[in-house]
C-alpha cells in the first residue's frame, strides 16, 4: 500500500485508499488519497521508482 502522513491522525505510515499517483510541474510524483482510519485526504511525495513499483503492483491508479 501506498503509505503517508496523516495530519489529523498525527501519524507517519498511514496507508492511503484509494490512492492515485499523479505528476507534479517540476516533475516529482505525488500520491493522494484518503487516510484507512479518519478518511482526511492525504499527499506523499515519490521518487519515480516508487511511483512506478505502485502503479505496476496495483497499489495506486496512473493520473498522468
Given at each position: 500500500?501506498?503509505?503517508?502522513?496523516?495530519?489529523?491522525?498525527k501519524?507517519?505510515?498511514q496507508e492511503?485508499?484509494?490512492?492515485?499517483?499523479?505528476q507534479?510541474?517540476?516533475?516529482?510524483?505525488m500520491?493522494?488519497?484518503?487516510?484507512k482510519?479518519?478518511g482526511?485526504?492525504?499527499c506523499?511525495?515519490m521518487?519515480?521508482?516508487?511511483?512506478?513499483?505502485?502503479?505496476?503492483?496495483?497499489e495506486?491508479?496512473?493520473?498522468f
Open positions: 500500500m501506498v503509505k503517508g502522513y496523516c495530519v489529523k491522525c501519524k507517519k505510515g492511503m485508499k484509494d490512492a492515485t499517483i499523479g507534479t510541474a517540476r516533475g516529482g510524483y500520491a493522494k488519497g484518503a487516510c482510519s479518519c482526511t485526504k492525504m506523499a511525495m521518487s519515480k521508482d516508487n511511483a512506478e513499483k505502485a502503479i505496476k503492483a496495483g495506486a491508479k496512473k493520473n
